[in-house]
């Protein structure tokens, strides 16, 4: 467990990781042309950056770094946060994009230890991208699904218009306008494939089964509808009588 200590120095990250470089054969050396800690063996040159936190201009002095260096590490106190967390993983990710090197420092009752938590080696982006897959899937399928752009970017706050959330209005819209419909009289419409889970979910609360098959809209969907003019108008101008209007109840 890492002690409470009143104040970190970078120099208090120095000796765990010059006892480490040393041991691996290194020849070690601090504070040499701006460079906190530089390690040589042979021809290879290493390039430590000492920080007490991890910031923007601890990123940008160690990718200047690599013009010099074989490979450069940054080196800061293990933070306070989980290690499993969203914050940290990020942060790992960018570290790994910028192809540097991670040690944390440790700080026990009775010594200081360092781990090399990410070591330097080239990002591949295609690798990156093979690995994500459904989420880029899943992304250009939320761009298809959309029609127009209603939201505002960079939003943080305000509600966001998604696909699901417009399909919902469209199929609100269509049983406004016909009266009751089913799900495959909707898909005829252009509602798409997920008419059903649209109707049977009722995540909104603005559809109501009528009979088997058949769904209506509730008052609080005629209400809810009205306040996506915008979207309404596009829908409008799309929307086609269905074939069995007459007949989807009887």
Known sequence: MQKKKDKIYEVDLYKPIHKHFTNQGYEVKSEVNDCDVTAVKGDE???IELKVRLNVDLLIQATKRQKLA???YIAIPKPSYSLFSKKWKDICHLIKRLELG???VT???STTKMDIVLSPAPFDRKKSMQQNKK???KLLSEIEGRHGDHNIGGSNQAKIMTAYKETSIHIAYLIEQFGPLSPKALRQMGTGEKTQSILFNNYYGWFERIQKGIYGITEKGKIDIQAFPQIIE???KEAVQPQNSKTEIE
């Open 45 to 47: 040159l290493i390039i």
């Open 70 to 72: 074989d490979q450069v």
């Open 107 to 109: 700080f026990l009752k």
């Open 234 to 236: 596009y829908f409008s």
């Open 102 to 104: 991670l040690i944390l």
């Open 135 to 137: 989420k880029r899937k």
